[in-house]
């Protein structure tokens, strides 16, 4: 085993693990910091608890952690799911938690809070999911475990999901990491060396909807803490050996109900077609240093390019060939990097296949917009859908814009913005002036829809509807203004 850096005396630890609690109960509590790592701190309980909603939010240090500046740190973690503790054993639990600010907002590094409401709104669907978790194991020096110092081992071909001395290294990490799954109720399907020596894998799912990022997230925080007492380091790198080596990706499974039925496949062909109109968007929260993993040698399709196809592991997305030959079941999507967020994963992909959050059929009974957009720039965080918001923007999703108070900018209620811009009263008094037109039974609307930008024009009375009051005009010229400075910020092209 490696050689650790960390005097660590297992024998004696046993001695003390062994001790009576008294009858209390240890919860570790876990997180997400602000560099796609885990955290931990260990709160005494006075006793056993059955679920999460039992247990108390707490707090940490954010500005320790990359999640908060200094002059205003505290972080909040809320428990959402318990496991049993396989360090601990007993009644002691790991806690996972959601991030949050001191004002009650999602941390913007809590990706699980909106895609949580993804999953909620389209449970109908019953999306399935199952995570492919590529890893690198290190010596302490940082240099691949069971490599010669300052070497290579001889080609690819022998290691991948080898047996025997040479062809495979650290097995008993991986051994003692997968007992310790079992043993946390995490659905962890297997596991298997693969093609680059000292490069391993786990697979997580099927799970529904939230549960596979939660298990994901808990199984890497027990890769970690089983590879500590073993001296060595566990990397998610993408690319970890530059060169003629594999990388390490997140093989996304992805199933719906409409998938699995008889018929199945025309389901999964119409998601294909959704998937490549949103494949930069997906690249975005596919994992960073992903580029250097996706050149299409390797594996790996090309990250500049969106292909599919049968049994093909060279292709964005591989359909099984068991699932072309039945006609049903499920795609691989090989694009996510070995680092990349499961929460955001799973969310961008039921954004993409049924839309974002709101229930698309108020918007095809009623294309109307009756109440005035969001104002100011958003006081609030992120969302995993836009991780680069703009704000200062029009509810124009063709999904989200009649049934929701949601920025189409950053996914949080328009409360949260500040109100205050005078560059959007004069469209706020346009839009009013439209209400009052319309609640008077003056004239007539017409929506016009420009691909998938879109603007009002409001008629009054005598100018039929190829007409229009000059503030309706102008209102509209000033909301296509923004429209444009919208999609050119985002780069949004609809998303469903």
Known sequence: MAESTTISYTANLMKYMKLDQKGSVLAEYIWIDGSNGVRSKTKTLPGPVKGPEELSEWNFDGSSTGQAPGDNSDVYIRPVTIFPDPFRGGDNILVLCETWDPDGSPNKFNYRHEAKRLMEANAKHKPWFGLEQEYTLLGPDGWPYGWPKNGFPGPQGPYYCGVGTGKVYCRDIVEAHYKACIYAGIKIAGINAEVMPAQWEFQVGPCEGIELGDHLWMARFLLHRVAEEFGAKITFAPKP??????????????????????????????????????????????????????????????????????????????????????????????????????????????????GGLPDGESFAKNLQMDYPPPRGPCAH?????????????????????????????CGHHASFHKMENLREEEVVRGWKEQQETKRGGVGGEVLVLEGRKRRRVAGREGEGRDGGAVEGREAGKVAAGHVKEFTAMMGWRGGT
């Open 241 to 354: 050996i530059p060169g003629d080596w594999n990388g390490a990706g997140l093989h996304s499974n992805c199933s719906t109900e409409e998938m699995r039925k008889e018929g199945g496949m025309k389901h999964i062909e119409a998601a294909m077609k959704k998937l490549e109109q949103r494949h930069e968007d997906h690249i975005l929260v596919y994992g960073e240093g992903n580029r250097e993993r996706l050149t299409g040698q390797h594996e790996t399709g090309n990250i500049d390019k969106f292909t599919w196809g049968v049994a093909d592991r060279g292709s964005s997305i591989r359909i099984p060939r068991q699932c072309a030959a039945e006609g049903k079941g499920y795609f691989e999507d090989r694009r996510p990097a070995s680092n990349a967020d499961p929460y955001q994963i799973t969310g961008i992909t039921i954004e993409t296949l049924f």
């Open 381 to 409: 965080k992120n969302s995993f859908m836009t991780p680069n918001c703009a704000c200062l923007r029009f509810m124009i999703h063709p999904v989200k814009a009649s049934s929701s108070f949601e920025c189409d900018g």
